[in-house]
Structure formats: C-alpha cells, structure tokens
C-alpha cells in the first residue's frame, strides 16, 4: 500500500549523513525533522533565520514565536543560531546547504522540477525554492507519485512553470524511492506492497525497472 505522509518523511530521514546541513522545505518535509536517526547528528536550517531546527514541539513546549519558514512552531536544539532572513539566504546560496528536501508539482526525466505555482490558482510566492535548488548541494523530492484523478506527477517534461532545471537526484513518492538519471527515473525501492506494474503504470516518464526491486524499510 502507498506510504503515508510520516512513512515517506521517515524514509527520507534515512538518507541525511552525519554532519550534514539540511533544508527542509514546506509540507511533507518538514516532518523529516521528528525522524532524523538518533546515530547521527545533522543541523536544520530555516530560510526564515534559523540553524539548528529541531523537532516539532508537544502542546507544553510550543512557543509562538520560533517558527519555521512555513509558520510552524519548531523547537531549537543546543547550539542553534538565529539570524536574519539575509544572512540565510547568503548559506543558501553560497553552496553551505548539504542537502534540500523539497516538495513539488511535477518532476520530469531531466530533474526538472516544478514546484511554486498553478497557473489560474493563488500564488503566495517563490519562497526559498529557487535559491535552494541552485544552491544546495544535494536535493530530494518527496511527493505524491499521482494527482488525485490519478494522473502521473512524474514526466517526460514538466507541464508547469519551473523553479529549477536538470537540478533533482532523486524523488521519494508514496509508491517509490527513485534516482534521475540518463534521462529516465530509475526504480531503487518500492513502498511495502506496492507492485512494480503499479510504479509503471502511474509514471509518464521513462521508467528503467531491475528485476529485483527492494520493499522500503519504513
């Protein structure tokens, strides 16, 4: 069965190394931080200003004002910085993020990804996507593998405005753990379940399948 929005964040969170500086976008990203391995130590950082980011906090630790770039309470770990929004901009775009999790619209075979707007909808803004996916070093995507009507979110080309171009390694859907390579998604694992004739009828860009594909651990 398709992984929930906590199983693909846990998943994730098995791809951060030790020492690593991360971003995690808004949505299923920033669940990421409740699942970090307790093995490892990484630093969270905050567009809105703040490195170190910890997990989300219970009803007796919540304090209004330290908050997220999505607006979320957050708690700080030992150590954490607060800054202005500037200066995290700066570590962004001077190459200082190790690793981004983002969310997005549509992926495409290129590593294109689509990610801040739907033409004819609100739009609230860019946000940091597009300095974080020309700056970080390393990017995954997790996102729904289809729309609600079923239609594909991994393409041929991105129907949708860009935020960045041939920029995505891998992606991370509720069906799927795949790299972008070549020119095609390459299956690495399927959620528990999950046939791969399922992963191939759900994905519109090329789809390059070993023989043996492995369930995650989740």
């Avoid at 490195?51 to 954490?80: C, H, R, Y």
Wanted: glycine residues 10%.
């Amino acid at each position: 069965m398709a992984l929930t929005r906590e199983q693909m964040a846990k998943r994730v969170a098995q791809e951060l190394k030790d020492g690593d500086y991360v971003n995690l976008g808004i949505g299923i990203p920033t669940l990421v931080a409740n699942y970090i391995p307790p093995n490892i130590q990484v630093m969270l950082q905050s567009e809105n200003g703040l490195l170190g980011m910890g997990a989300f906090p219970s009803e007796d630790d919540v304090d209004a004002d330290l908050i997220n770039a999505g607006k979320q309470t957050v708690t700080a770990v030992a150590g954490a910085a607060f800054f202005s929004s500037a200066d995290s901009f700066a570590m962004i775009r001077g190459g200082h993020v190790d690793l981004t999790v983002l969310g997005a619209f549509e992926v495409d075979v290129a590593g294109s990804i689509a990610s801040w707007m739907i033409p004819g909808k609100l739009v609230k803004g860019m946000g940091g996507a597009m300095d974080l996916v020309a700056g970080a070093r390393n990017i995954i995507v997790t996102m729904m593998h289809a729309d609600k009507d079923g239609n594909s979110k991994l393409l041929t080309q991105c129907q949708l405005p860009l935020t960045g171009y041939r920029c995505i390694q891998r992606v991370l859907t509720d069906l799927a753990l795949l790299k972008i390579e070549h020119g095609a998604f390459h299956l690495l694992e399927r959620a528990p379940g999950v046939t791969i004739e399922e992963i191939q009828s759900k994905t519109a860009g090329k789809l390059i399948c070993p023989s043996q594909v492995p369930e995650m651990n989740v």
